[in-house]
T-cell receptor
Framework: DAEITQSPRHKITETGRQVTLACHQT?????MFWYRQDLGHGLRLIHY???????NKGEVSDGYSVSRSNTEDLPLTLESAASSQTSVYFC???????????FGNGTRLTVT | QKEVEQNSGPLSVPEGAIASLNCTYS??????FFWYRQYSGKSPELIMF????GDKEDGRFTAQLNKASQYVSLLIRDSQPSDSATYLC???????????FGSGTQLTVLP
């Protein structure tokens, strides 16, 4: 079955370190997204991509970057981790612009 | 700034009752509407989607969309304790069709 896999599931890092969260999907979807989820804020869009070499900023993109070198992967990089980036991160993909999102299992990131 | 509003709850209903969850949105050009269920510590999972005005039924779930009033609702009939979760409303619109999520409504179904 097609799926979307995030790794690691849990990560603890120190302030100032660079961190990369992986996202790999086997749906062959062109559209991929990164969200963060915090209490009281729901899911907020960080970055998204509509195809290889395409990346776009979302609502809360400061301090994050993504790259899309193939269809399957959209890694999320925190350039210099900050305590405010402690959150649960979800990767998602969809087939088309009006299709539902499929979510990965999430990565819980703690920045100390 | 596109906004999607939901009552945060918690909403409590007895087992077997109808649970009614509501969502309003600000972008009149929104095209697609989704309801996700999220159990604590888990990822959101799709329950239903609706594109046209009116009702859409799937088993115990009914989604209702009223574009003129800019609201979408989810009814859960014969609520079960296993329905206890946070329900997220998501709205897609604009040229990029990005999804904007509400902050979710926490539902508790009491045995």
């Amino acid at each position: 079955d097609a799926e979307i896999t995030q790794s690691p599931r849990h990560k603890i890092t120190e302030t100032g370190r660079q961190v990369t969260l992986a996202c790999h999907q086997t749906w062959n979807h062109n559209n991929m997204f990164w969200y963060r989820q915090d209490l009281g804020h729901g899911l907020r869009l960080i970055h998204y991509s509509y195809g290889v070499q395409d990346t776009n900023k979302g609502e809360v993109s400061d301090g994050y970057s993504v790259s899309r070198s193939n269809t399957e992967d959209l890694p999320l990089t925190l350039e210099s981790a900050a305590s405010s980036q402690t959150s649960v991160y979800f990767c998602a993909s969809r087939q088309g612009v009006d299709s539902p999102l499929h979510f990965g299992n999430g990565t819980r990131l703690t920045v100390t | 700034q596109k906004e999607v509003e939901q009552n945060s709850g918690p909403l409590s209903v007895p087992e077997g009752a109808i649970a009614s969850l509501n969502c309003t949105y600000s972008d009149r050009g929104s095209q697609s509407f989704f309801w996700y269920r999220q159990y604590s510590g888990k990822s959101p999972e799709l329950i239903m989607f609706i594109y046209s005005n009116g009702d859409k039924e799937d088993g115990r779930f009914t989604a209702q969309l009223n574009k003129a009033s800019q609201y979408v609702s989810l009814l859960i009939r014969d609520s079960q304790p296993s329905d206890s979760a946070t329900y997220l409303c998501a709205v897609s619109g604009g040229s990029a069709r990005q999804l904007t999520f509400g902050s979710g409504t926490q539902l508790t179904v009491l045995p």
